[in-house]
């Protein structure tokens, strides 16, 4: 029998279905024929009707009739209550490769039947595949068989061994809503019933489980139902404990007040629990304090998490706190410290109320921890929902705050941590008046006259660092925009005051500002940030100069960032070649603290006396008024090969992301002006001789680009050349490589297509015919 049901029985089932027509069923009268047909589906080995059930609708013609009596036949087989029979005919099965296929296929159709049948059925679908109708259906199926297992257990069952695959869970995910409130009856004082349930759970494959943990702990009415159903699983299962300890306390913040108590209440119940309670308290008020994670969680998760803590604090007893003090009270102390800091009003006040709790719960009897928390309406304030804090809190322990915020009393009390839901955000921390409790009609203003503001401008002098070191801490670290942004302004002040410092950090600098990016609107933000590149540079050339040019041709930088490199060491460059930079650099500086501003208007009276002395005073002759130009030796001079020589050095060389001498031709044409300019600052140089033939063998290698742009700053390059270096030193080292370009120079005046081109080329031979005289002497022989 047990061969013929294995092997035979679905080829017979198959056989039937073919057979099934208006025609065929009409060979005996009333019905017989179909009774009889039905009869092999509703009495035979379940498994294998259902299976041949579903692939026949699968496979029927749509609309048919075959299609519909067997749509009606399975509404009959599950209405007969065949589908326990098919759960029990897998339990305590052998396990196999066959058997986990058969069970895997099984899964597949009893979960996913209302969405097969509502798909070959459309319109004609009926009551008994509802979603709505079906699982309930399934979930009194589900008891059914574990009845049976409870049964077997006792020995009243005909196999007492027998025990739920794992098929039973998987069945049950859809339907914990019907399966929990059942077995929280059956399992009350019921041992077997209990050890069902936890076998049950037990089975659940880890890909289920988290499923499966959400759902019992949602639907359980309270951790001792939980309890009762889990057992101490979270201690078996690796993949349990993660999900209890870890994923719904941290990853996920959408558990409701119950469901957090459920949770942290189970863990709580047993002694082989308690101390994964005691390792989540812990980590809790790790993230609780944590700095980064302040900054980067929305408020209402910093909300769940301290409505964990606290709860978890309920539930530990004094020798367990005992053991754990020093360190969470250290934890404790340094998370306030953090929230505290915080820009945010909501923050600062929810580190100010879990601090009161929480410092009661863990230090009773030294001094209470008391905030100012009542800065807002107490619906405004960052409410936790209520928590039940136990009678075994000691004399001391009490803390309040603001009344409806969070209380608790001497020996027991509430600590309130919940929100309306109709309340204003948050998130604005602004105050908000008119909230009940306000005395803000006794102490009415309209009679005072309101002071004049309209002048008044907004204060950043508490937000603007005062040292170098603070702006390159502001600029890579806080997440105080309005801190941000005042380092930007101050950076190049500050760097042009304190050259010593600057040193010390120059290169961090330039690395900061070379890859800073805009994280607020800031007004003129590009500026800014080249103008404090740019005196970085010039306040130490040689090093960060140097450094800027060898990123020029590093890997993973953008077009914008290379063509900022070109811009900054031009203007440095430019700057450093200025007579008297030193003490306009001086005065640039960033003003002291009771200075005033150099844009400042004058005071009328000051402009009122100095008119009269003007008008009072004899001048027997006039002088010249103009300043003369003040003298100093060009500071580029000692640093221009830092500048010029390491731009010169991989042009030739494409890599990844970057080719001069392929796609990338605006950089090359920047590149060729920007070593020009340079060429020119060094303006009768030391260095200007080797600069000089350095640059005409870069022109002469790149004298038939076909780029436009490109030729013109190698145009431009030559006229710097003969601006920059002195005529003998030009006769002397550079002749060749001048007659040279002289024959390229005249090509391209006439015959380049480029107008710009063909006139920078007929300056160039200008500037060349001056020497001329003394060329062709030299080039006769």
């Known amino acids: 029998q047990e061969e013929f049901s294995r092997t035979h029985f679905s080829t017979i089932l198959r056989c039937l279905v073919g057979k099934l027509s208006p025609d065929w069923l009409d060979l005996l009268p009333d019905g017989q024929l179909e009774e009889l047909w039905a009869s092999f589906f509703l009495e035979g080995p379940a498994d294998q009707a259902f299976l041949v059930l579903m692939e026949s609708i699968e496979g029927a013609a749509s609309p048919s009739f075959r299609l519909m009596k067997m749509a009606r036949l399975l509404a009959r087989f599950l209405s007969a209550g065949r589908m326990a029979a098919v759960m029990e005919g897998q339990c305590g099965q052998q396990a196999g490769p066959a058997s986990r296929l058969l069970q895997e296929t099984l899964l597949t159709r009893v979960v996913g039947l209302p969405d097969h049948l509502g798909n070959r059925l459309q319109r004609e679908t009926l009551a008994a595949f509802f979603p709505q109708n079906y699982f309930p259906l399934l979930g009194e199926e589900v008891l059914r068989v574990l009845q049976a297992v409870v049964d077997s257990l006792r020995g009243e069952g005909p196999s007492s061994d027998s025990l739920p695959s794992p098929a039973v869970p998987r069945l049950g995910l859809e339907i914990l809503g019907v399966l929990v409130p059942r077995l929280t009856v059956l399992t009350q004082g019921n041992c077997l019933w209990q050890r069902v349930c936890w076998r049950l759970v037990e089975c659940v494959p880890d890909r289920a489980m988290e499923a499966v943990l959400k759902g019992l702990v949602e639907a359980a009415p309270g951790p001792e139902v939980l309890s ?60 609780w304090g944590s700095s980064s994670a302040i900054r980067h969680t929305p408020l209402e998760q910093q909300r769940y998490v301290s409505k964990a803590l606290l709860i978890c604090l309920t539930h530990l007893g004094e020798a367990e706190l005992q053991a754990s003090r020093d360190e969470l009270l250290a934890s404790l102390m340094e998370g306030v410290k953090s929230r505290l800091d915080s820009s945010l009003p909501p923050v600062r006040r929810l580190g100010m109320i879990v601090a009161e709790v929480a410092s009661a719960r863990l230090h009773p009897e030294g001094p209470p921890l008391k905030f100012q928390v009542s800065e807002g309406p107490p619906r405004a304030a960052v409410t936790l929902a209520p928590v039940a804090l136990p009678a075994h809190w000691g004399p001391g322990c009490g803390a309040s705050v603001s009344p409806g915020v969070c209380t608790a009393g001497r020996g027991g ?323 060749d490589e001048l007659l040279e370009a002289r024959s390229w120079l005249a090509d391209v005046a006439e015959q380049d297509a480029d107008e710009d081109c063909r006139l920078l080329a007929v300056k160039a031979l200008l500037l060349l015919e001056k020497l001329r005289d003394r060329l062709l002497p030299l080039s006769s022989p």
């Open 228 to 287: 009762r159903l889990l057992g101490n699983l979270v201690t078996k299962s690796k993949k349990a404990q993660f999900v209890m300890t870890q994923k719904l306390l941290f990853l996920q913040y959408s558990c409701s007040m119950p469901m957090l108590q459920s949770l942290l209440g189970y863990l709580a119940m047993d002694s082989q629990r308690r101390p994964l309670l005691v390792q989540a308290l812990k980590e809790l008020l790790e993230t």
């Open 413 to 735: 009390g509430t600590a309130l941590i919940g929100e309306s839901p109709d309340q204003e955000t948050v998130d604005s921390g602004g105050p908000q008046a008119g909230w009940e409790g306000s005395d803000s009609e006794l102490d009415s203003d309209d009679e005072l006259v309101p002071y004049d503001m309209s002048g008044d401008g907004e204060q950043r002098g508490s937000k603007t660092p005062a040292y170098v070191r603070d702006c390159l801490e502001a600029l890579t670290a806080s997440e105080d925009w309005e801190r941000w942004e005042a380092a930007l302004r101050a950076l190049e002040g500050l760097v042009l005051k304190s050259p010593a410092a600057t040193r010390e950090v120059s290169l961090e600098l330039a690395k900061v500002l070379l890859h800073l990016e805009e994280k607020t609107a800031v007004a003129g933000f590009e500026r800014l940030r080249q103008r404090a590149l740019v005196a970085v540079t010039v306040t130490d050339p040689a090093r960060v100069a140097e450094y800027l040019a060898v990123q020029f041709y590093a890997l993973n930088y953008s077009l914008r960032q290379r063509m900022d490199i070109l811009d900054v060491l031009a203007l440095a460059a430019q700057e450093l070649s200025r007579p008297g930079r030193l003490g306009r650099a001086a005065q640039r500086g960033s003003p002291g603290p009771g200075s005033q501003p150099s844009g400042a208007a004058v005071p009328a009276w000051k402009a009122v006396v100095e008119e009269r002395v003007r008008c009072k005073t004899r001048r027997f002759c006039k002088g010249s008024t103009g300043r003369a130009a003040a003298a100093g030796p060009n500071e580029f001079n000692a640093v221009a090969g830092y500048f010029f020589f390491p731009l010169l050095q991989r042009f030739d060389r494409p890599v990844v992301t970057f080719d001069l001498l392929g796609d990338d031709q605006l950089v090359l044409g920047r590149l060729a002006h920007t070593l020009g300019a340079l060429m020119y600052l060094a303006v009768n140089t030391a260095v200007a001789v080797p600069m000089g033939k350095a640059l005409l063998e870069f022109v002469w290698a790149l004298r038939f680009h076909g780029d436009a742009y490109v030729r013109r700053g190698l145009l431009s390059a030559v006229s710097s050349v003969l601006l920059s270096v002195p005529a003998e030193w030009l006769l002397a080292d550079l002749l």
